[in-house]
């Protein structure tokens, strides 16, 4: 028995390797994303079938629109390796909304310009049985974009193991070369486009030998152009191309997907508008990339500490604070535009840069976080080779300078001098003087504007806190806000209250123990943290455990956390709940279906699914049509008419065929007195006479009958053509996370027609987005633009809202409340600027000078004079000091005798912005000069 059953695997394992080595996995019909347009043929073909697909391809047709779901890859090589489906140059591929193709094969390029769009590329094949999968898309050195494609399928995992295959997705992976024996040609290009959340890859080798398999090596020239969601869950590489470019987009708030890249010296990588940061889930890599380029407000915060050659542009970030010591080989370049938004270069409070080449422009320097600068130690911190900048070359970020540190160069270093104490005091004890026991999480709960903002939902539920360092001095509150964060997530841990107290081992292997609430500092009660839920959050009791150090491990487990119990300095237990009268975050919805109106023989129904949140939607249920019930012949008798056979409907009682009157045959003899039987008379020929009816009544989805019947009994029918569709107008609004659609919508069988997407609303502009106070109101004008670029129109997709006020210095927000086609909110931001200042005169002294300015009385909180030996005002010899707003003149001493210095002038107003300290300037006065006496 045993070797019958070793032979039947035998034998099994057999069959699949004949067949390429396949174990089929089901494809979901509706592959891709709701909205996609429904594609009229144009010059090309619609395709059902395989066989139709496959003669398409031969017959070099395009477009090609996939209908419904096609397996294709059938053909394998002796050896069992599948042989690819081969896609002509030029080809176009479309779907509709149930339009997928599930490749059981390769996918190989014959030639530039392939283009899939709006649908699903289902790679199919396992591992199955311990088979070979073949989810290849060979480039063969030609151009590929995949526009709105969704390429993710769901493997077998490990629950069958061999048999069911181990992988727990299926992903392609796309080479810049060919299948074994094929010819490629010398430019291989890949561009993603309108990615979805199913747009992923295994990884993209844009370079590669011939490997174990012995498709066709490619090293040409290459192309990657990603949008920030595909997902690429190895790698990027384009280490063995002779020349590459890998350029990866975003709308300026766009976390990129793909974060590992591989390249060489003749690589170059281009961000805009992404952000590109290491987290304790995926790491971003950029090695060996000889060109990297950060532009449009990019961030890149890899774990890489050698980098080649550097440049920021528009305000984009260089985040190295991930490594300790690090290095640029070749260049840097900072903005060289003074008018443009200077990048940012954000280095380890403990570390340090060194490059190696040329230095240009200008960067901002700082340490911790782009957003929030850091602590700043005495050191020097920026290395450069003989030729590299000058004292220009990095500045410091203006909360430094206010707080009396200076960015110094000399011989190719510059070192951060200081006039306060350096930051760099450790916590040694925290006292919480008050704490929450019980929270009602729907009471601090943010909604994704109060996110954004940083604003507090209720400050009546806070922890009340004192830091004091290892001397025992307390730390002051203005310390704990702008300078060490000790409140933030990056401090404080919040786990479920039983895993943190329990040794079980099964507890410690716990990965869902973590709550989404923080603590945010109140704005009105100093040294008080309130708590604020984010999405996602959970009733239960939970342990808050506030920590003596910044935790940059990463916590997966129980046993992670566990693991940081030395430096737990103090911790609170809370119990979270949810009250019955709000809607939470991270709501479940649990619909109940009400079924009203019913659906008749010839009417749809509505189906009402209402959550207890109060979320709903409908969907139609289609006319049920009639049930019809034979109504039985009656057989005419001398005396009694008869009927012909009929039907009705069993349900709504409608006659479908009418039953028609059969005369009585005529009168009986009487037997006792007969007649002389009257000579008999040649029968009249009959003559139909019919009469009509609508046996069945046509519908939008079927042809109706009309029947024609004699008295007879003799009858014939016609068919009655189908009715036109009864189409109302039905429109999902698009928001700015997802598309919409419009479509029509018959009301009698559901049938859709029409459908049209309604692209996402993306962009707020602003005409003028900073101002100078003049006294007056500023209004600025506003476009919303959607994903594709086109301008909606005020008034019909939107309306705007103005804060009031909007004259005075500060920072005001436009809101843009969407309708029509659209739904939801959007935002935008502009600066009143206080007013600027100018320059009386400027007088010398002995080693000094008297700087006198016109006063302004308005809205401002005082002036700050800027002085220094150098015209541009960079280097060392750049100074800040500050005067009250009632001064309208201030004496500077010990400076230089006979030295010329260069001074300006420019006002500020101190205020909170969403929550934090801001400080706003004016533009600087013109520039004044004077020579100091002896």
Request: proline share 5%; aromatic share 8%; charged share 25%.
């Amino acid at each position: 028995m045993k070797k019958i059953i070793k032979n039947s695997i035998y034998m099994l394992a057999a069959v699949l390797l004949v067949g390429g080595i396949q174990v089929p996995v089901k494809a979901q019909e509706n592959s891709v994303q709701e909205g996609t347009n429904l594609l009229a043929e144009e010059a090309g073909v619609t395709v059902y079938t395989r066989d139709e697909f496959m003669d398409a391809l031969r017959q070099k047709k395009s477009p090609i629109t996939v209908a419904t779901v096609i397996s294709v890859g059938d053909e394998a090589e002796t050896g069992g390796q599948m042989r690819p489906v081969l896609i002509p140059s030029g080809t176009v591929i479309r779907g509709t909304s149930k339009g997928c193709i599930d490749f059981r094969c390769p996918l190989q390029l014959e030639g530039d310009g392939v283009i899939f769009r709006d649908i699903g590329m289902h790679f199919v094949s396992t591992d199955a049985l311990w088979s070979v999968p073949h989810r290849e898309i060979f480039l063969a050195g030609h151009s590929l974009t995949l526009d709105n494609v969704n390429t993710y399928v769901e493997g077998g995992g490990t629950g069958l193991g061999g048999i069911g295959g181990f992988e727990k997705e299926l992903l392609p992976t796309v080479y810049g070369g060919g299948y074994p024996g094929t010819a490629v040609g010398g430019n291989a290009s890949l561009t993603v486009v309108n990615s979805n959340e199913k747009t992923l890859f295994q990884g993209i080798y844009m370079g590669h030998d011939s490997g174990s398999d012995n498709k066709v090596l490619y090293q040409g020239a290459a192309l990657v152009k990603l949008d920030a969601k595909a997902v690429v869950r190895d790698a990027v590489d384009t280490s063995q191309n002779s020349q590459a470019e890998i350029y990866i987009s975003g709308t300026g708030d766009s976390a990129a997907k793909a974060t590992k890249f591989y390249g060489n010296e003749n690589t170059a990588m281009t961000l805009a508008g992404v952000f590109m940061e290491s987290t304790e889930v995926d790491a971003v890599e950029v090695v060996n990339i000889g060109n990297v380029v950060l532009k449009n407000k990019a961030w890149l915060a890899p774990v890489t500490d050698t980098m080649r050659n550097v440049t920021l542009q528009e305000g984009a970030c260089l985040d190295l604070s991930n490594v300790k010591n690090a290095e640029i080989t070749g260049d840097f370049g900072g903005e060289n535009d003074p008018a443009g938004d200077g990048g940012i270069l954000v280095l380890n409070p403990e570390g340090s840069l060194r490059i190696g080449g040329t230095i240009t422009g200008t960067t901002r320097f700082q340490t911790g976080h782009r957003l929030f600068p850091g602590v700043l130690l005495k050191k020097p911190y920026i290395y450069a080779a003989e030729r590299g900048g000058d004292g220009s070359a990095f500045v410091l970020a203006e909360e430094y300078m206010e707080r009396g540190f200076e960015l110094r160069y000399a011989n190719g270093i510059w070192d951060v001098y200081g006039e306060q104490p350096v930051l760099n005091r450790e916590i040694g004890r925290i006292e919480i003087t008050s704490a929450p026991k019980k929270v009602d999480l729907t009471s601090i709960a943010q909604n994704e504007e109060e996110i954004q903002a940083g604003t507090i939902p209720d400050e009546s539920v806070f922890f009340e806190i004192t830091w004091y360092d290892k001397d025992g001095i307390p730390f002051s509150n203005s310390d704990i806000i702008e300078d060490y964060y000790f409140y933030d997530n990056s401090y404080v841990i919040l786990i479920r209250s039983d895993y943190w107290k329990s040794d079980a081992v099964v507890d410690q292997n716990q990965t869902i123990w973590s709550q989404p609430v923080i603590l945010l500092e109140s704005n009105n009660y100093p040294g008080r943290y309130c708590l604020a839920a984010q999405p996602g959050y959970f009733e239960g009791d939970y342990t808050v455990l506030f920590c003596s150090r910044y935790i940059d491990e990463k916590l997966e487990t129980v046993a992670d956390v566990k693991a940081l119990r030395n430096i737990v300095l103090a911790e609170r237990d809370v119990n979270f709940y949810i009250s019955s009268s709000e809607k939470p975050e991270g709501h479940v919805h649990e619909y109940q279906k009400v079924l009203d109106p019913q659906p008749t023989c010839t009417d749809v129904g509505i189906m009402t699914y209402t959550c207890s949140c109060g979320d709903a939607y409908t969907e139609k249920i289609a006319a049920r049509g009639h049930q019809p019930v034979t109504d039985p012949m009656v057989a005419p008798t001398e005396t009694a008419e008869g009927k012909t056979e009929g039907s009705h409907c069993s349900v709504c009682g409608q006659v479908l065929k009418a039953q028609e009157i059969i005369p009585a045959t005529g009168n009986p003899v009487d037997p006792e007195n007969p007649e002389t039987p009257e000579t008999p008379q040649e029968p009249q020929p009959h003559k139909h006479t019919y009469q009509s009816s609508v046996t069945r009544k046509p519908t939008c989805t079927q042809e109706g009958t009309r029947t024609f019947t004699c008295s007879c009994g003799n009858t014939y029918t016609e068919k009655i053509a189908p009715e036109d569709h009864q189409y109302v107008k039905e429109c999902t609004p698009a928001t700015p996370e997802r598309s919409g659609k419009q479509q029509q919508v018959c009301r009698v069988c559901a049938q859709t027609n029409a459908m049209t997407v309604i692209d996402s609303p993306r962009e707020l502009i602003l005409n003028k987005t900073v101002y100078s106070y003049d006294g007056k109101v500023k209004r600025p004008a506003v476009t919303v633009k959607d994903s594709k670029g086109k301008v909606l129109t005020a008034g019909t997709d939107y309306r705007v809202s103005y804060p009031k006020g909007r004259k005075n210095p500060g920072v005001y927000t436009v809101t843009v409340e969407l309708q029509g086609n659209y739904s939801g909110r959007m935002t935008g931001s502009f600066t009143v600027k206080p007013r600027k200042t100018s320059l009386k005169k400027v007088t010398a002294k002995s080693r000094g000078m008297q700087v006198t300015w016109k006063k302004q009385a308005a809205q401002i909180d005082g002036y700050q004079i800027q002085y220094s030996t150098d015209k541009k005002f960079t280097g060392k010899t750049a100074k800040f000091l500050k005067a009250k707003k009632s001064a309208a003149a201030k004496t500077v001493s010990r400076l230089k005798e006979k030295k010329q210095y260069y001074v300006r002038i420019r006002t500020y107003k101190a205020m909170k912005v969403n929550g934090k300290k801001k400080t706003l300037y004016s533009d600087w006065s013109d520039v004044k000069t004077v020579r100091t006496k002896k």
